[in-house]
């Protein structure tokens, strides 16, 4: 998807993809990683998402990455925090609570960035992303990432045929393919959520499912 996509759907409130609470797997599946309080997590295309929130409660150095200024405004304001601002060749940084938010190209950051993180949350990102950008996100984003990082990722999968992401489905397949050759992959939970997603249903999506892989980066 080309940036201008994803900054007009900020512009016309367009974000059904935003949750309004804490991803429950998150919270149930994040403390598998044991990553030491005071890491730094790299949230990739991150929103406004609480999730930023919730793995800075746990003690973590949250650095997103977003696209979107609106986005990046509407988290602060909504949480109540007056960031500090400054600005990087990486993008505009705006600091406070524990949580550093970009806004800029996840494509876009510096080495150094990356191999100062320590894990990763992927809800949103590699679900956003089109097949021909998901091998690029692997091999540039991800690969960066130091070794020993650990990572929590969550997708869906539906047939394609019956609906036009974004969010698009990444099978298991998928997964294994673009990530085994430098991270140790482990499915921990895959469940239907069909029942609770009425708008994949109305478009006539006949099944769904979300997955949630626990990630490790092997030494290279």
Request: glycine content about 8%.
């Amino acid at each position: 998807m080309e940036a201008d996509f994803w900054l007009q759907r900020w512009r016309e409130g367009r974000i059904g993809f935003h949750r309004g609470e804490v991803m429950p797997l998150l919270q149930k599946h994040w403390p598998a990683l044991a990553l030491p309080a005071g890491s730094r997590v790299l949230v990739p295309l991150a929103g406004k998402s609480l999730d930023m929130v919730w793995l800075a409660a746990q003690g973590h150095q949250v650095l997103g990455v977003e696209l979107s200024p609106l986005a990046v405004q509407q988290f602060f304001e909504e949480q109540r925090l007056a960031p500090e601002v400054s600005d990087s060749r990486n993008g505009r940084h705006y600091r406070a609570g524990g949580i550093e938010l970009i806004c800029g190209d996840v494509f876009g950051l510096d080495d150094a960035l990356l191999a100062g993180c320590a894990g990763v949350y992927d809800r949103a990102a590699l679900i956003a992303l089109p097949r021909d950008l998901r091998r690029r996100y692997a091999d540039e984003v991800y690969a960066r990432l130091p070794a020993a990082s650990r990572g929590l990722l969550i997708t869906l999968e539906y047939p394609q045929s019956e609906k036009a992401g974004p969010p698009f489905s990444v099978d298991a397949a998928h997964v294994h393919e673009l990530y085994d050759r430098r991270w140790e992959v482990t499915g921990l939970e895959r469940r239907d959520i069909l029942a609770d997603e009425p708008g994949f249903a109305a478009e006539g999506v006949t099944a769904l499912h979300t997955a949630v892989y626990r990630m490790h980066r092997r030494a290279d």
